[in-house]
């Protein structure tokens, strides 16, 4: 049976019914039409459905929609302030870090919340941030890179 | 070399704010009103008869609108290879029994995903197991299990449908004998008599899954007037359109492929699935749109993996390391149906031919069926399992020689200007140079051969720029906007390689554009011309010539209009930024956008639309002999020359990457940072096969179903990478470009294992090289 529940999404309050057992991501994706997350394995072994909460990265196809109630949720989709890109986002477009695209929304988010904990981090440090988040196109290097950048860079993240 | 404005230029992807946004399509955010979501039912057993099946529970589950079986689809076929010797032997849904696991046995469309899974549950199916098998040796002697019995086509196959007049025959079955290859050249007997030294091993490739990001999703729309939409996981759409529009009985003009973004590919998503069909056939059959999602399980189990392979390789030198001959005897596993096993086999050859000069060879396989998954193209398709191969017997020659075993290789590798036997010339060669530089810049003297469990070596790869396949070639159009811009329609799918990018820019170059001014309209089958450019490795070397053609039409037009204009001969203008100039006197000129509204006032509104198109070996007909290997094969090779750096820990025998090489010669490069970035992707997905991708199936049944049993290459995988262009003018490539997506992947996984050997000292003869393997 169908609950209507509340998430706070992207700074928007949005009214939603699902089923107890409905994932965050299945919420996300079907009922709130915000398909940035990406269903990969739906185990979560991939990464590709990684959102963050109140700036935790989690893996929302293993959040049920219920769990996520009273939290801040950030999907790629509120990344974007004032039309204008977040820098995570500008680098993956300059560093040439994304292929097939299907992964990057999970990157850039794990990587913000890396950023937004610990604005200069080492090489390592980045690895470790995106290890949960497999890609089969790029080879990571420039994902790291882009990431690096950002952090070197003197306008870091907002 | 021409200066180049936009081509050649490391210009940022036109689909980069799409993707980092998350406003890129993939199929499966697709959703239409209305829509049902369906789901399949797979068989359990490797070998069975289907005794019954009852649906009447799984029917009267409330908000089930539709199931399917065998029976409802029975007569239709479709396959990767359906040519007048190997007619189609897959269906939508099996019929009279089921020959692996995850074999598809029935469907069902409901309201939602979670009713579509519990009416599976309700469908009650009697099998009768009977005996299977799995091995593919076994399944080739008298006696064994028979997977298949006579193959008898049930309609046309496609190369008539596309204009060979060549009807199918019947495909007997026997030893289970799915595809059989035999070429040759010169004389391997007289070879070997004439060699010092005679080298036969035997080498085993596993199963490996394409593992790419997004799971299989088709979206299908039968609307009542006999139209078909379709939103699928694609590399190249045209053979998606023609399957179901003949499977489904649907002319091909009223099957629409939109335009979606593929979640990575590497081969995997080539064939039409059954699930694509069963999409379909739901929607007309319930009126409504129907979506299926597959798994990452059903991914791994019926999404059908990379060739296995059992290579016996003989070969023969002189003392001074000049091969005399060659003998290949291939064994093929491609699984309970052919796959794509003549192919594979034959690109087994065909991929090699160009790398070493061997004048005497043979090149022998059999495909066999068994009762396991099956197996179509994956990155360089044939050419992984061929080059680790021949190329670790190389190492292992050279060693016995007391030989270096680059030089070794410098002395057979083939040079630009060589003919190959079978009439393809290498207009452009690269391995000579790469390997020279490869040597150079890795340092190898010094660390060749230490044995210190530190090591390196060396593995060579080429790749076909296009081949001849059905639609035959790709077309694209330009057309000039009367603000000057051009939009450009091209049938190429972007599945991650970069080709939105690269096409636009092919586009822009030849119009003298910015690329901003170029709009793409890309593999929307409705809106664009047929393109095989994904399918047969050809993305820039066929459709992008075909774009390149395209717009030269377009600018030819455009020249004509501006010398009437300017009072002035063609070739006495030029064309850059916008504008038509006059060479001698570049103030006197006109903008694109002054042209196109002239040439419609003037000529009766006749505006400025520009048609290319290419065929892949022009010369030939239609297609070379799979089974023989006579005829051309391609215009145009990509090469690749790896070195990789391993260490391997003694006490575990675990191995690490340290460093990739790869000197690639891709001819020109259209955009250096997609390329950059198709050499490292190659080079990480090299480490996953080299060490451990594998497929594990245990009396059939896949027992590494998810990424926590399947690893593939993380972040902390990755080695140091290094990359050597050396670029070479392809003269038949747009703006010289050639292949680069595919060709590396095989280099390196050789390279790996020679540096496993290396720096152990031991050989070890079949993938992946595990830590088990090593230390044993």
Request: net charge negative.
């Amino acid at each position: 049976v169908k609950k209507l529940i509340t998430l706070s999404v992207n700074g928007e309050s949005r009214q939603v019914a699902v089923e107890p057992r409905t994932t965050l991501l299945d919420a996300l994706r079907d009922e709130l039409g915000l398909t940035g997350a990406k269903k990969g394995c739906d185990l979560g072994n991939c990464g590709s459905c990684t959102v963050l909460l109140d700036g935790k990265p989690v893996l929302s196809c293993l959040l049920l929609a219920v769990e996520a109630q009273g939290k801040d949720i950030l999907t790629i989709e509120g990344l974007v302030q004032n039309g204008e890109l977040h820098p995570l986002q500008q680098a993956f477009i300059d560093y040439a870090a994304f292929q097939c695209g299907f992964c990057t929304p999970g990157m850039i988010l794990s990587a913000k919340a890396l950023l937004d904990e610990n604005p200069h981090p080492r090489e390592e440090e980045v690895k470790e941030a995106i290890s949960g988040n497999l890609c089969r196109c790029t080879g990571y290097t420039n994902i790291v890179e882009a990431v690096l950048k950002v952090a070197q860079s003197e306008k870091g993240t907002r | 070399m021409k200066e180049y404005s936009v081509v050649g230029k490391p210009l940022p992807r036109v689909d980069g704010k799409v993707k980092v946004t998350g406003q890129a399509d993939f199929s499966g955010d697709i959703r239409l009103p209305n829509m049902l979501h369906g789901k399949i039912l797979r068989s359990p057993h490797p070998h069975a008869k289907i005794v019954s099946i009852d649906t009447s529970k799984a029917q009267a589950l409330p908000g089930v609108k539709a199931v399917i079986t065998g029976r409802d689809t029975a007569g239709i076929r479709f396959a990767f290879v359906d040519t007048p010797r190997y007619p189609a032997d897959e269906y939508p849904l099996a019929i009279d029994k089921v020959r692996y696991i995850g074999e598809e046995v029935a469907a069902i469309a409901a309201v939602d995903e979670i009713t579509a899974a519990e009416a599976l549950e309700l469908i009650e199916v009697e099998y009768e197991p009977i005996p299977a098998v799995f091995d593919p040796e076994e399944a080739l002697k008298d006696g064994a299990p028979k997977v298949h019995e006579e193959i008898v086509p049930t309609t046309t196959c496609a190369w008539q449908d596309w204009g060979v007049s060549r009807q199918a025959r019947p495909f007997k079955v026997v030893n289970n004998i799915c595809a059989t290859v035999s070429m040759s050249y010169g004389d391997i007997e007289e070879g070997f008599a004439e060699s010092d030294h005679v080298r036969q091993d035997r080498f085993v490739v596993p199963a490996t899954s394409h593992a790419a990001m997004e799971p299989h999703v088709a979206l299908a729309n039968y609307d009542p007037s006999g139209k078909l939409d379709v939103w699928l996981s694609h590399m190249s759409l045209a053979v998606k359109q023609y399957w179901l529009a003949k499977t489904l009985g649907i002319p091909i003009g009223k099957v629409r492929v939109h335009k979606t973004f593929t979640g990575g590919a590497f081969g995997g998503k080539i064939n039409l699935f059954p699930y694509e069909f069963l999409a379909a056939f739901l929607s007309r059959k319930t009126g409504r749109p129907v979506r299926i999602v597959l798994s990452r399980e059903e991914v791994f189990t019926s999404c059908r993996l990379s060739h296995r392979m059992i290579i016996d390789i003989k070969t023969g030198v002189k003392r001074d390391g000049t091969i005399m001959a060659q003998h290949v005897k291939l064994i093929n596993d491609p699984g309970a149906y052919r796959g794509s096993s003549p192919v594979v086999m034959y690109l087994a050859h065909a991929f090699c031919n160009p790398i070493y000069n061997i004048p005497n060879w043979k090149h022998e396989g059999v495909g066999v069926y068994t009762n396991k998954a099956i197996c179509t193209p994956k990155r360089g398709h044939g050419s992984p399992q061929a080059r680790f191969a021949a190329e670790s017997q190389l190492d292992i020659i050279a060693e016995h020689l007391g030989l270096d075993p680059a030089e070794m290789r410098l002395k057979n590798v083939r040079k630009t200007g060589d003919v190959l036997p079978n009439g393809d010339r290498l207009d452009s060669c690269g391995l000579g140079t790469g390997i020279w530089r490869a040597l150079e810049l890795t340092k190898w003297k010094e660390k060749r051969g230490r044995r210190n469990n530190r090591g390196i070596g060396m593995g060579l790869a080429a790749m076909f720029s296009g081949a001849a396949y059905y639609p035959f070639g790709s077309a694209a159009i330009v057309k000039l906007n009367p603000d000057g811009t051009a939009t450009l329609f091209t049938g190429q799918s972007e599945f991650g390689q970069g080709s939105d990018t690269a096409v636009s820019q092919i586009a822009a170059e030849e119009l003298g554009l910015g690329l901003d001014n170029v709009i793409l309209v890309s593999a929307d089958s409705e809106l664009c011309p047929p393109d095989l450019g994904g399918f047969v490795s050809g993305g820039i070397f066929v459709s992008g010539e075909a774009v390149r053609r395209a717009a030269a039409d377009a600018k030819q037009q455009l020249l004509t209009n501006a010398a009437e204009i300017l009072e002035t001969k063609v070739d006495d203008l030029d064309i850059g930024n916008g504008h038509i100039f006059v060479r001698a006197n570049p103030e006197k000129g006109l903008s694109l956008a002054e042209i196109v509204r002239n040439s419609i006032q003037r000529h009766n509104a006749d505006s400025i639309i520009g048609k290319g198109f290419c065929k892949p070996v022009p010369e030939i007909e239609f297609y070379p002999s799979l089974s023989k290997g006579t005829g051309r094969f391609t215009d145009a090779y990509g090469f690749a020359v790896a070195v990789a750096e391993v260490e391997v820990d003694p006490e575990t025998g675990r191995v690490r990457v340290l460093e990739v090489t790869i000197a690639d010669d891709c001819g020109f490069a259209i955009n250096p940072v997609s390329v950059h970035g198709q050499l490292v992707s190659q080079a990480v997905m090299g480490v996953g096969d080299a060490l451990y991708e594998e497929v594990t199936t245990e009396e059939g049944r896949i027992v590494n179903t998810s990424f926590a049993d399947y690893k593939i290459p993380g972040v902390f995988d990755v080695p140091e990478f290094r990359h050597i262009p050396v670029e070479s003018v392809e003269p038949k490539g747009p703006f010289g470009g050639k292949e680069v997506g595919e060709c590396s992947r095989a280099a390196v996984i050789a390279a790996i294992a020679n540096a496993v050997s290396d720096a152990t000292g031991v050989r070890i003869y079949s993938l992946p090289i595990t830590p088990e393997k090593v230390v044993r």
